[in-house]
């Protein structure tokens, strides 16, 4: 049975992606493919695989739950999964036999994981974050010397497989000196575990935007996000890498599309009220129609009277209150939409493209707030597959 709406997800556009990133990526750097959040909303499910055609070979999640996904989606495909976020102590033990790998950023969870492997007789696959200057989860200094002397102790049954942290806000030039403090900060926490003998596979650090801006954080692994879905992670970064040329094109791009079809078409008289309430009156006589999407698919209700889509090529506003499950669009300036016509929330319909970063123009969304809103039920297809 048809939904209301459903996403494609363009196989050559997410081939564009993963060659404009690896070709910028040193030859020994490995690229972490980032999919917490249903994979920004792509689908776990169709992205993966996909991304395992164009060579994804590691992947990073935010919690054991997401692993546990990302699992029975490989099946028996050779890649690697990183938890950068939540695991409960109860699933170390899972992640430790499944050979999962997890970020490690207080000395409960380091001494949980430690203790398990030793009862297990089988290592624990750890990165260490540091804290560097992001207060938010990362293992802070005074801590440092403690847990050295625990991997020391129990380096039979761990491989450290990395150092890392995450930046504050790389994507913005006035963050540009406190990441360049944290850049300094993990080099010399870094140093400071190798003195006590404590050495790690890999160093990484660089989300999408420090992977662009600074090109010091490459170090043995990146850790690519929105990027490889096709977005910037701001327009201060685009500006910055890409925006130097007298006629700027984006080399990536869009990986997603968001579409679904009029439910109805009305005549509206001028002088009365479209939808609830009170907050759209027709100044004049209306043509509208009603999709069957709202803010229950995740098309946000901040989007009431001043959203957009596409209708017969053209870009028409979405009036009144977004619903639940239903909005409004204003197509008095198209000729003959009829029921069944093919509406574009987010993609390209003939000339005009409405880009998923486009709302935040209309909302006080984020790209990246919109795509893990999507609802994991809207069916998603794969289209321009090789």
Known sequence: MDNTSYLELDASALHNNFEYIRNRLPER????????????????????????????RHFSVFDSFEAYELKQCLGDHPARIMIMGMIFDEQIEWAIENDIEFFV???????????????????????????????????????????????????????????????????????????????????????RFNEHGVKAHYHHTAC??????????HMDMVRIGIMQYGFWPSMETYI???????????????VISWKSRVMSTKRVDKGDYVGYGTSFLATQDMQVVAVPVGYGHGFSRSLS????????????????????????????????????????????????RIDVSSFSDYSDQLNYELLTRLPKDIPRYVVNAS
């Open 305 to 352: 009277n001043s959203g957009r889509a596409l209708v017969r090529g053209e870009r028409v506003p979405v009036i009144g209150t977004v619903n639940m499950n239903m909005m409004v669009l204003d197509v008095s300036n198209l000729d003959n939409v009829e029921t069944g016509d093919e509406v574009v929330l987010i993609g390209q319909q003939g000339e005009r």
């Open 240 to 254: 910055a890498t890409e925006g130097a040329s007298e006629n700027p094109s984006d080399p990536l791009r869009r």
């Open 29 to 56: 750097t490995i690229l972490s493919h980032v999919i917490k959040g249903n994979a920004y909303g792509h689908g776990v499910g169709q992205f993966v695989p996909l991304a395992m055609d164009y060579g994804a």
């Open 208 to 217: 999408s935007a420090a992977f662009m801006r600074f090109p010091q954080t």
């Open 105 to 191: 950023f207080e000395l409960h969870r380091l001494k949980r994981a430690l203790a398990t492997a030793r009862k297990m007789k089988k290592p624990a696959l750890i990165h260490l974050e540091l804290e560097t200057g992001m207060n938010r989860t990362g293992l802070e200094k005074a801590f440092w010397p403690t847990a050295a002397r625990l991997l020391k102790e129990y380096e039979d049954c761990v491989e450290l497989m990395g150092f890392c942290t995450h930046f504050a806000g790389a994507e913005s030039i006035a963050n540009h000196i406190r990441i360049r403090r944290q850049i300094k900060r993990f080099r010399r926490g870094v140093s």
